[in-house]
T-cell receptor, first 115, second 113 residues
Framework: NAGVMQNPRHLVRRRGQEARLRCSPM?????VYWYRQLPEEGLKFMVY????????ESGMPKERFSAEFPKEGPSILRIQQVVRGDSAAYFC?????????????FGDGTRLSIL | KQEVTQIPAALSVPEGENLVLNCSFT??????LQWFRQDPGKGLTSLLL?????REQTSGRLNASLDKSSGRSTLYIAASQPGDSATYLC????????????FGTGTKLQVIP
């Protein structure tokens, strides 16, 4: 039973390019969460999605960042016109329900480096 | 807004020692509390999940306790091993019925052989 799969593991982009990070949740999980871990900082919530719906995006920067979780395929976190400050580890988690009695299962993250 | 603090920020102990990691939180209206382990350059591994109705959970050499009234949780590691070296995070979902998780600041543990 595969866990949460994130790809790529490492992504290098130049300033101004676009970064697309993918997350495939565990089988049977329809709830996906994205977190960001800036260097030497803790993990911060970004966005919570269910299939085809954004439930809570209160942690997303107002500009350049977007997320989707289509009916088919992985969840995508898109960062447009990347800047040096976007360099971080981006983690995805999934759960079978959105309720608090279920643990979140995390992927190994995508480490984004901006040149 | 939930705030989660972990003390100490870093800890270095000799192999075999028992140790306690602390987590405090400001909003006691929680659904559960989860302890994670993060190895350098890796993702998060879930260690223990304590439901709000529970007082503690045990898994092998790990024991986590929860005191909602005082806003505290502890992670007890018995007979520490070098392989336990990692950063330990406590995490709490917020109110609202879903798991918008707030993470603690983490405790970086080093177990010296």
């Amino acid at each position: 039973n595969a866990g949460v799969m994130q790809n790529p593991r490492h992504l290098v982009r130049r300033r101004g390019q676009e970064a697309r990070l993918r997350c495939s949740p565990m089988k049977g999980h329809s709830h996906v969460y994205w977190y960001r871990q800036l260097p030497e900082e803790g993990l911060k919530f970004m966005v919570y999605l269910q299939k085809e719906n954004i439930i809570d995006e209160s942690g997303m920067p107002k500009e350049r960042f977007s997320a989707e979780f289509p009916k088919e395929g992985p969840s995508i976190l898109r960062i447009q016109q990347v800047v040096r400050g976007d360099s971080a580890a981006y983690f995805c988690a999934s759960s079978p329900t959105g309720t608090g009695d279920q643990p979140q299962h995390f992927g190994d993250g995508t480490r984004l480096s901006i040149l | 807004k939930q705030e989660v603090t972990q003390i100490p920020a870093a800890l270095s102990v000799p192999e075999g020692e028992n140790l306690v990691l602390n987590c405090s939180f400001t909003d006691s209206a929680i659904y559960n509390l989860q302890w994670f382990r993060q190895d350098p350059g890796k993702g998060l591994t879930s260690l223990l999940l304590i439901q709000s109705s529970q007082r503690e959970q045990t898994s092998g050499r790990l024991n986590a306790s929860l005191d909602k009234s005082s806003g505290r949780s502890t992670l007890y590691i018995a007979a520490s091993q070098p392989g336990d070296s990692a950063t330990y995070l406590c995490a709490l979902p917020g109110s609202g019925g879903y798991q918008k998780v707030t993470f603690g600041t983490g405790t970086k543990l080093q177990v010296i052989p």
